[in-house]
């Protein structure tokens, strides 16, 4: 029994290893044909047969590749009493997640459960069950997140090329400033770089309680934007307004391909209304 358990604890030890190098082939190893994973994300019902098990893997992968690690905090494997046993499960917790997501929250932990039976003298998964204690987002969402905050930092560098990476080459804008609208990157990059000009100092935008919508290769996102700068005159000015923003994965990248931002309009002096906080 030591021998079969010291094989199981050593092949989970690879297939996270695997995990974490994005390495398909070795996250694939020593499952069966017929396994039924429960993963954090959907399907509801889990994904049946190593095909569809293959299929959850890519966008993980891109997701872990931004700096997320995936690495074993325990384990414990449990086989049946009989030395003949074909059947064993084991339970481990897992580190998932950013350096930004556990440095918040150190504590938060993958739980993994997973169901193994003999065939032909080998050990192979035939369950594998993922959750944390909490929902979570799923890697859509935090791409998204992620390309988000790609801008909020670009904007306090002011790096204006940065700002572009993920605006696509036929966006249409509709930005607070006249014309109507925007069309096309050069147009946005242009807007942009007025804006990071015309302050005088420090500047900053962020989103804080954002809200990301997404179905398919499709993303939308709406919030109130926090704008915060050093103007010309030296003073330091602070404005929210109102942000709606269009995503289509293209190429394994979101692009953001439709903006809409706004100030609220005041009726009695037709002009916008630019003081206002939430």
């Not at 694939?28 to 994973?37: N, S």
């Not at 944390?132 to 791409?143: R, V």
């Not at 394994?252 to 100030?263: G, L, N, T, Y």
């Amino acid at each position: 029994m030591a021998i079969d358990e010291n094989q199981i604890r050593t092949m989970i030890e690879w297939w996270a290893a695997a995990v974490h190098a994005g390495d398909m082939t070795g996250v694939l190893a020593d499952h069966a044909a017929d396994i039924v994973m429960f993963d954090v994300p959907p399907p509801e019902n889990g994904v049946r047969g190593l095909d569809a098990y293959r299929s959850t893997w890519p966008d993980f992968f891109r997701w872990q590749a931004q700096g997320a690690v995936f690495e074993i905090d325990s384990l414990e494997v449990t086989l049946g009493s009989d030395t003949s046993s074909d059947v064993a499960y084991a339970h481990a917790l897992l580190r998932c997640g950013t350096p930004e997501e556990l440095a918040e929250n150190p504590d938060r932990r993958l739980r993994l459960t997973l169901g193994l039976r003999k065939e032909n003298g080998r050990w192979v998964v035939a369950h594998e069950h993922h959750s944390f204690t909490h929902p979570i987002e799923t890697t859509a969402e935090a791409e998204v997140r992620t390309v988000h905050q790609s801008w909020f930092d670009a904007t306090a560098r002011k790096d204006l090329d940065r700002l572009m990476a993920h605006i696509a080459a036929d966006i249409v804008s509709y930005e607070h400033d006249a014309p109507l609208q925007y069309v096309g990157v050069d147009a946005v990059r242009e807007v942009c770089r007025r804006g990071l000009d015309w302050t005088g100092g420090a500047v900053g935008w962020d989103v804080p309680e954002m809200t990301v919508l997404i179905r398919d290769d499709l993303a939308v996102v709406w919030g109130l934007n926090r704008m915060h700068a050093v103007v010309p005159d030296g003073t330091s000015d602070e404005s929210w307004s109102r942000g709606t923003r269009v995503f289509r994965k293209r190429d394994d990248r979101w692009e953001m391909v439709h903006q809409h931002v706004s100030f609220p309009y005041a009726p009695e002096t037709d002009a916008a209304v630019t003081a206002l906080r939430p």
